[in-house]
């Protein structure tokens, strides 16, 4: 099985693990692609560049407000939530979730996901 293979594995692995989760992806801290599970039509660069933003900025705030390393990054929007932890040094677990996502069980599945990724990417 190729890096990508086990890559895209993780990622339906962690779909299929949590019904909450819509779509999830692994991206760069830059904004590149490295694999999704996204649904058809939702537009991987866009993600990835989005993503990028966000942990750029989180990374930030976190340094200026003296709160240390980023961790988790997560956005509540009305129709659900947007988080993001590292997985790895330079990569970065995006997940898409519904709103009535239990978050606590996301966390713990991302966080596993987000280590097997991160062993994989390595």
Known sequence: MTRTDQLNQSLSNL?????DIEACAVVTEDGL???SALPQGMDEDHV????SVMISMGVRICTELNKKD???LF???KEGYIIMSH???HAVLVA???KEAKLGLIFLDMSRAAREL?????
Do not use: D, H
């Not at 779909?15 to 019904?19: G, I, L, N, P, R």
């Not at 990835?48 to 993503?51: M, P, R, V």
């Open 15 to 19: 779909k299929a693990t949590s019904a």
């Open 48 to 51: 990835a560049a989005i993503s």
């Open 96 to 98: 898409l979730t519904r």
């Open 87 to 89: 997985a790895g040094p």
């Open 33 to 35: 692609i490295i694999a």
């Open 70 to 72: 980023l961790e988790q």
């Open 75 to 77: 956005v509540k929007g």
């Open 118 to 122: 991160a062993e994989i990417i390595a």
